[in-house]
């Protein structure tokens, strides 16, 4: 059974940091990729960020490139995402996301396969 354990939320004041970390189990791909969608009320959700530890292939978010960063320990079954500078409209409900492959799509992300997500973690950015 493939399970993901999210950590990391929590509630900061505009220009602070989190850092967010997913650790999956259960899933037998040793290649595939894994990421982070945001969900805030009333929008649809948003892809964040992702890395493929198939050939370590990333992807940020045009809304948060230069202040979010994503990376994976070495074994590759954690990723963590690092989000500093953080601004009111990056509050959001997050989401990892474990899935055989992923594209970049439109400037958007896209995942392959039938991913298996987290139950998500609240982020909220105060003003």
């Known amino acids: 059974q493939v399970q993901l354990a999210e950590s990391g939320g929590g509630s900061v004041q505009a220009g602070g940091s989190l850092r967010l970390s997913c650790g999956v189990s259960?899933?037998?791909?040793?290649?595939?990729?894994m990421g982070w969608s945001r969900q805030a009320p009333g929008k649809e959700r948003e892809g964040v960020a992702f890395i493929y530890t198939g050939g370590s292939t990333t992807y940020v978010a045009d809304s948060v490139k230069g202040r979010f960063t994503i990376s994976q320990d070495n074994g590759k079954k954690t990723v963590h995402l690092q989000m500093n500078s953080l601004k009111p409209e990056d509050t959001a409900m997050y989401y990892c996301?474990?899935?055989?492959?992923?594209?970049?799509?439109?400037?958007?992300?896209?995942?392959?396969?039938?991913?298996?997500w987290g139950e998500g973690t609240l982020v909220t950015i105060s003003s």
């Open positions: 259960g899933y037998t791909y040793n290649r595939h990729c």
């Open positions: 996301a474990v899935t055989p492959g992923c594209a970049v799509v439109g400037g958007r992300a896209v995942y392959h396969g039938s991913p298996y």
